[in-house]
Nanobody, 125 residues
Framework: VQLQASGGGLVQTGGSLRLSCAAS????????MAWFRRAPGKEREFVAC????????YYADSVKGRFTISRNNAENTVYLQMDSLKPEDTAVYYC???????????????????WGQGTLVTVSS
């Protein structure tokens, strides 16, 4: 599957952005989808993931209550709604896909086989 992330940009503290990740192929619904991010000078970190059906979602503590991941399997797209943005949310955001069956692995970037190119989010103070 090929992934194309979009929607990044410059926003002020407290603002909102919605990231999208469009997937090619007819097997999108068979993948757990996730968003990761890499801030300048830091390691890539887990942000959120959503199961194949979209029924369950999981978030990093740092974004819980502010970010919402969702998916539309009919349109092969996963979204990340980001509200109440903070300067520390500044990063390149990547969408990723995995077939891994073990939920404990979904927080780890090495479990993901497919990655989008990344979209830059900058939050000004």
């Amino acid at each position: 599957v090929q992934l194309q992330a979009s929607g990044g940009g410059l926003v002020q503290t407290g603002g909102s952005l919605r990231l999208s990740c469009a997937a090619s192929g007819r097997t999108f619904s068979s993948y757990v989808m996730a968003w990761f991010r890499r801030a300048p000078g830091k390691e890539r970190e887990f942000v959120a993931c959503i199961v194949r059906s979209g029924v369950s979602t999981y978030y990093a503590d740092s974004v819980k209550g502010r970010f919402t991941i969702s998916r539309n399997n009919a349109e092969n797209t996963v979204y990340l709604q980001m509200d109440s943005l903070k300067p520390e949310d500044t990063a390149v955001y990547y969408c990723a896909a995995t077939n891994d069956l073990f939920s404990s692995n979904w927080y780890v970037s090495s479990a993901y086989d497919y990655w989008g190119q990344g979209t830059l989010v900058t939050v000004s103070s």
